[in-house]
């Protein structure tokens, strides 16, 4: 495995084992091909966006880059009778879900890496019963 994917991997492994509740995956699906107990659950998905910023001087062409790093959280609340209350719901869900990831990244060990948050956005409540984070992580080397 490259030293890239052996990160991301390492860093998966980590957010499971901080939240054994949640579901891991390095693999985005689709809500719809998902099983219902995972979004029920939360699913969190890590998985690269490429790498930038290089140093680029003489001596150190390509090198010193950050990885962009996106962690994706999918959920599904139970059926909400009371639909004014549904949006509230989810977004409560979803700063759950960030706040956690907060959580992760400053307890995220340096000897597996140094990551930060650069932003984050969500679902703004459009996609009931589904709510979903995308964060947007930058890697330091």
């Known amino acids: 495995m490259s030293d ?4 991301m991997a390492a860093i998966a492994a980590a957010l ?3 939240y054994p509740t949640r ?3 390095r693999s985005l699906v689709d809500f719809n091909l998902l099983p219902k107990a995972d979004l029920l659950a939360g699913v969190y ?5 490429g790498e930038g910023d ?3 001087v003489s001596q150190y062409v390509a090198q010193d880059g950050r990885q962009h790093i996106k962690l994706v959280g999918q959920i599904q609340l139970p059926e909400n009778k009371d639909k004014a209350a549904a949006g509230v719901a989810i977004e409560e869900a979803e700063f759950t879900m960030i706040e956690e990831i907060k959580a992760f990244l400053r307890a995220l060990p340096e000897s597996l890496c140094l990551l930060e948050l650069v932003s984050w956005t969500q679902s703004q409540q459009l996609e009931e ?3 979903w984070i995308l964060a947007d ?3 330091i080397p």
């Open 4 to 7: 890239l994917g052996t990160r």
């Open 16 to 18: 499971a084992s901080a």
């Open 23 to 25: 579901k891991v995956r």
């Open 45 to 49: 998905t890590i998985y690269s966006g």
């Open 54 to 56: 290089f140093t680029n």
């Open 129 to 131: 019963p589904y709510g």
């Open 137 to 139: 992580l930058a890697y």
